[in-house]
């Protein structure tokens, strides 16, 4: 069964650095891209950034390219989500979910609770 739990959100001010942190079950990173997706309040669910099984593919949003990064740790089943430089308008509830390969139109399979963030002075 697929489970995961995002950590690492929280209150920032613009401009600041947060890192978020997608934990997955056993052999699910062997298994499946990774995404990571947002959704302020108000608007629908955004694709945000994914990395692939192999973790030698990327992709980001136009929005965030720049200022975000994704990666992993497959001894730790763990991807995070580096984010630099952040804005108001980053503020959400970021999830992480699994996808069959790293395109953010693609169907999330499974999704973790999320972590909110808030972009504020």
């Known amino acids: 069964q697929v489970q995961l739990a995002e950590s690492g959100g929280g209150l920032v001010q613009p401009g600041g650095s947060l890192r978020l942190s997608c934990a997955a079950s056993?052999?699910?990173?062997?298994?499946?891209?990774i995404g990571w997706f947002r959704q302020a309040p108000g608007k629908e669910r955004e694709g945000v950034s994914c990395i692939s099984s192999s973790g030698d593919s990327t992709n980001y949003a136009n929005s965030v390219k720049g200022r975000f990064t994704i990666s992993r740790d497959v001894a730790k089943n763990t991807v995070y989500l580096q984010m630099s430089s952040l804005k108001p308008e980053d503020t959400a509830v970021y999830y992480c979910?699994?996808?069959?390969?790293?395109?953010?139109?693609?169907?999330?399979?499974?999704w973790g609770p999320g972590t909110p963030v808030t972009v504020s002075s």
């Open positions: 979910g699994t996808i069959t390969r790293c395109d953010l139109e693609r169907p999330v399979h499974a």
């Open positions: 056993r052999y699910v990173l062997d298994y499946y891209a």
